[in-house]
């Protein structure tokens, strides 16, 4: 197909700027009705609703949708050959604009999207979704059955103090370069990085059931990282300081003390080179909410998706030990493992008022004292399990990708509250305590898994000791969460997270926290890394 | 399809915006359909149009400044060069900074083609029916993804370099599960051209894996096992392999190319004499550009000659610093092969395992560039040279260093897809001693 079939030549060169809507127009702060959908939003969606209407389709959505994302760091490594270090700033500011049309026609969901947000366009791209969904009916398992959702013409913005995007960027660099500047010197660091990253997404969504929904979400993620070198021995090790991604303003940078922390993270890391090695075997584990959050991910939170359950990640990310006929008594922890799915609490990076459904999101328990209750579901999968809403679970990561289900925030009910850290390593003979994610893996359903970390400290005879090296603990999941025997009370509780959870063809990456408190797992295998 | 004219006036339109002494204009678009199927029948597709322009401006004492936009309006393009230089203005300089590259040859490359630009559900559903028709009389269930894209990309700068390169590329894959999940097999195609994927291969190849797993499969431990990889596991380790022959990473003690006490392997014999790695953006069965991020025309050139550490990829900083030509970072990976089909590999093995595909691949070691993994949709066990029972899954930590120094035969290369890498030409091998950590219950 020729690139005029596709998009009018002035329309791809954009010859005037009356020609486009202007993302800014759209998505600007309105001045005297904050909790109703910007009118150019709407007039535009309805295009698309009429449109598809008139096509035969008996379900439509529309998604406009503007995204901004800010890096800007510094990379300190030496220059070649010399102890001279260079001193590499990096600034990048990313917008992406454009709408995705999804629609059902002959039963069967059909989708498309352009950068090109015109009236004429969506006709367009509207008349093409459901040309994709007639065709695809040739080849149909069942029709697609929406669970009931309400209807909800609102507004909505994530909380946050201070806007990151309105902090100079001046102000950033100096920041970034202090922190980065002091974790580089000792000469052994070979490398140092000092990373501020700021994302937005402006989300507008209507619905052929009536709903009108606007939406801003705000996250940043720092990151300081240092890599020492042992050119004799042949080795390195890195050290990072992971604070916790989040839902939040500038505010939360602050928090995060980038300056103070620095100076430990070089020790760390030059620590972490002079690490003896571990001796691998049967171990007791204190793991601390900055690593066990990935390990909740990947063995619960993929685990309880039901689409893959179902099958239909089967090709790609695989499917699930936990298949439908577990649901409500398979017994996947301790007593102490209460899990919920939460897109509601405040800070989580999947924490939003609606879902991509248009459905009001909600907290579910996923494991309760140990049994398996819920999946994670969507509105064309909810009857597949004898539900009859959705969870709120639908997402897409771009204006141009098909929305599904993906993970809400998965987070760990904390202990008793006179569980402490220092109480969980008392009761440990000999074994690991483990800071920061590192390396990670698990089969395509989710039994076994195998991960590294980002800190290792030996525990020997109920007390925390000098750091050890080239860990990695192998287990499987229900084996691992049945281990359990003591979580930390609700003041260690801590959510950590990632912008990077892949899944789904084309792959489409999602944002997603993990909340829990340190806990203690007994006699888990434990690797050494060569 | 964004043609060069057009490409040519929107780099020129931003550049003529720019106050500052250097900018870099990089645009991209891309058109493509798609379809993806489970339980057999179709479940999503869509067919969508994505567009980019990245502006890149430095100024007169390197401090640089970058901008991502993805309208193409007069307006958007001011606005974007403006943020580029605002951001360049406040940011710090760059000691890495070099000048601008002037004019440069870029290869001419042939992998467009107009049938897989122009296909839509006319020309996938077919395959996709070839699919589940084969599931349904293997009473299997098919899940898979058949795709295609055209794809357009050019560059320009203030110093005069110019390049636009159109592209198109494709995939087709299909896991087959037999009745209960109890077993699994896959296969794929991928090409240039829809014109080479054939459904109905696909199906019959993941269906007669899926099929030989039905019965009860046999349990093997775990342990150092001679293994027969096929290529979509070979591409994988191979794309990890590739991604390690940076000079920095290597001089600063950082890969499995570093010496200890300083220096890199370049110039030693590290691998068997049949063991050849390279680049070669003219093999026409890849998606492969005519440059790539350092804007050097991407060339022929070998990582790894005859078992030798030939070339490291200097970037045009590192390069000065050395007193060495710069290269291109490897545009696309080419293991060589030898003349023998996977049945003859197979024929070769006394006792090991044939491994369809690896997943969820993650580093452990960056020295030893040690890996962990697991294998997926179809283990079987070998016996004098035949293929006997279905196995189950393992996890594996092992280096692609260790398995190219362990590797006894190779086959004839082909275009392959892994789960982590992308896509590469590459022979399935024979490599003795593959290290399977633990058994996974998966199927």
Redesign the interface.
């Given at each position: 197909?020729?690139?005029q079939q596709?998009?009018s030549?002035r329309g791809?060169?954009?010859?005037?700027?009356g020609?486009?809507v202007?993302?800014e127009r759209l998505f600007g702060e309105p001045a005297d009705a904050p909790k109703k959908p910007n009118p150019d939003l709407e007039r535009l969606g309805g295009v698309a609703l009429a449109e598809a209407k008139k096509a035969g389709a008996t379900y439509a959505d529309i998604r406009i949708n503007r995204y901004r994302n800010q890096f800007s760091g510094y990379r300190l490594?030496?220059?070649?050959?010399g102890t001279k270090t260079?001193?590499?700033?990096?600034?990048?500011?990313?917008?992406?604009?454009?709408f995705?049309v999804r629609v059902i026609a002959a039963g069967?969901?059909?989708?498309?999207?352009?950068?090109?947000v015109t009236a004429e366009e969506i006709a367009r791209i509207t008349r093409?979704?459901v040309?994709?969904a007639k065709?695809?009916a040739?080849?149909?398992?069942?029709p697609v059955q929406l669970a009931p959702t309400k209807k909800y013409v609102d507004r909505w913005t994530s909380a946050y103090q201070k806007d990151p995007f309105g902090v100079?960027?001046?102000e950033k660099?100096e920041l970034i370069?202090g922190a980065t500047v002091s974790m580089k010197k000792d000469p052994k660091i070979?490398?140092a990085l000092g990373f501020l990253g700021f994302r937005a997404e402006d989300k507008y969504l209507a619905t052929s059931e009536g709903s009108s929904i606007q939406q801003y979400i705000v996250q940043v993620y720092p990151l300081l990282m240092a890599?020492a070198?042992?050119?004799?021995?042949?080795?390195?090790r890195s050290r990072s300081y992971q604070t916790p991604p989040v839902t939040a303003g500038w505010e939360a940078i602050t928090k995060a003390n980038l300056g103070e922390n620095a100076p430990r993270i070089r020790e760390e890391a030059l620590e972490h080179l002079a690490a003896p090695p571990v001796t691998p075997g049967k171990k007791d584990l204190v793991l601390l909410p900055s690593h066990l959050w990935l390990t909740i991910h990947e063995s619960l939170g993929h685990s309880t998706e039901l689409d893959r359950a179902?099958?239909?990640?089967?090709?790609?990310a695989?499917?699930s030990?936990m298949?439908t006929e577990k649901m409500g008594k398979y017994k996947v922890g301790s007593e102490l493992i209460t899990v919920y799915g939460d897109r509601t609490i405040a800070g989580g990076l999947a924490s939003v008022k609606y879902d991509d459904d248009g459905v009001l999101t909600t907290k579910f328990p996923i494991v309760e004292k140990g049994i398996f209750k819920h999946y994670q579901t969507i509105r064309d999968q909810a009857h597949l399990v004898g539900e009859t809403e959705s969870r709120g679970c639908c997402y897409a990561d771009s204006w141009?990708s098909?929305p599904?289900q993906r993970m809400p925030n998965v987070w760990l009910e904390a202990g008793p509250r006179e569980v402490t850290p220092d109480s969980l390593i008392a009761g440990v003979d000999d074994g690991i305590l483990i800071e920061g994610d590192g390396?990670?893996?698990?089969?395509?359903?989710?039994?076994?898994f195998?991960f590294?970390g980002d800190a290792f400290w030996q525990i020997k005879g109920g007390k925390k000791a000098g750091m050890i090296s080239?860990v990695?603990y192998?287990a499987?999941t229900s084996e691992f969460w049945n281990s359990c025997d003591g979580i930390a009370g609700p003041a260690y509780w801590q959510q950590f997270g990632s912008f990077n959870d892949g899944k789904g063809?084309?792959e489409q990456i999602n944002a997603v926290s993990h909340g829990c408190s340190p806990a203690r797992f007994r006699q888990v295998?434990v690797?050494l890394?060569? | 399809m964004l043609s060069q004219k057009d490409a040519k006036n929107l780099i020129d339109q931003a550049i003529g915006y720019s106050k500052l002494p250097q900018c870099q204009v990089d645009v991209s678009w891309t058109e493509d359909a798609f379809i993806r199927y489970a339980n057999n029948g179709i479940t999503t597709s869509g067919y969508r149009i994505t567009q980019q322009i990245s502006i890149g401006s430095v100024t007169e004492d390197k401090r640089q400044g970058n901008a991502v936009v993805t309208e193409f309006s007069e307006d958007a393009l001011k606005r974007g060069v403006q943020q580029a230089e605002d951001l360049a203005r406040i940011s710090r300089p760059n000691p890495e900074d070099m000048p601008a590259l002037g004019p440069q040859k870029y290869l001419t490359l042939s992998n467009y083609d107009n049938y897989t630009a122009a296909a839509r559900g006319d020309a996938m559903i077919p395959h996709v029916k070839a699919v589940i028709e084969g599931a349904k009389s293997g009473k299997l269930t098919a899940a898979g993804f058949i795709q295609r894209s055209a794809n357009a990309v050019a560059v320009g700068n203030k110093a005069g370099l110019f390049g636009h390169h159109t592209y198109t590329d494709c995939s087709l894959t299909n896991t087959m599960r037999t009745d209960g999940g109890k077993s699994s097999g896959w296969a794929s195609q991928t090409s240039v051209t829809l014109k080479d994927v054939n459904g109905e291969a696909v199906a019959r190849i993941s269906a007669e894996k899926a099929a030989r797993g039905a019965g009860r499969k046999r349990s093997l431990e775990p342990g150092k096992y001679t293994v027969i990889l096929e290529a979509a596991g070979v591409s994988d380790l191979v794309g990890f392999l590739a991604g390690d022959f940076g000079a920095r990473g290597a001089e600063q003690g950082q890969t499995f190319l570093s010496k200890k006490g300083g220096g890199t392997h370049v110039g030693e014999k590290m691998f068997p004499d049949y063991i050849t790695l390279r680049s070669d953006p003219l093999d026409t069965k890849l998606a492969t550009t005519p440059w790539g991020p350092s804007l050097m025309p991407n060339q022929r050139i070998s990582w790894i000659e005859k078992g030798v550490v030939k070339n490291l990829y200097y970037d045009r900083y590192w390069a000065l610093k050395a007193g060495k030509e710069p290269t291109p970072a490897p545009g696309n990976v080419v293991l060589d092969g030898q003349a023998h089909t996977v049945e003859e590999l197979i024929a070769s093995v006394d006792r090991g395992l044939l491994i369809t595909r690896l997943y969820y691949i993650r580093s452990l070691q960056p020295q030893t560039l040690q890996l962990t993994g697991l294998t997926r949709d179809g283990v079987f066990l070998v016996e004098k040279g035949q293929v006997t029972d279905a196995v189950n899954n393992f996890r594996w930590n092992e280096s692609p260093v260790r398995v190219l120094q362990n590797t006894k035969m190779l086959g004839r290369p082909g275009r392959a897809q892994g789960s982590e890498t992308g896509s590469s030409i590459v022979p399935a091998i024979v490599v003795a001693d593959f290290n399977l950590a633990s058994v996974s219950d998966a199927v």
């Open positions: 197909m020729t690139f596709n998009c030549r791809f060169l954009g010859a005037s700027a020609a486009l202007a993302a490594s030496p220059e070649r050959g260079d001193e590499v700033p990096f600034v990048t500011d990313q917008a992406s604009f454009g995705g069967q969901w059909g989708f498309a999207a352009s950068p090109l093409e979704a040309v994709v065709a695809n040739a080849v149909q398992a069942s100079p960027v001046e660099l370069h070979m490398m890599n070198v042992d050119m004799q021995k042949g080795i390195s179902l099958g239909y990640e089967a090709n790609f695989g499917t030990f298949t141009s098909v599904f390396s990670f893996s698990i089969d395509q359903q989710r039994y076994n195998q590294g080239r990695a192998q499987k063809e084309p295998n690797l890394t060569d | -």
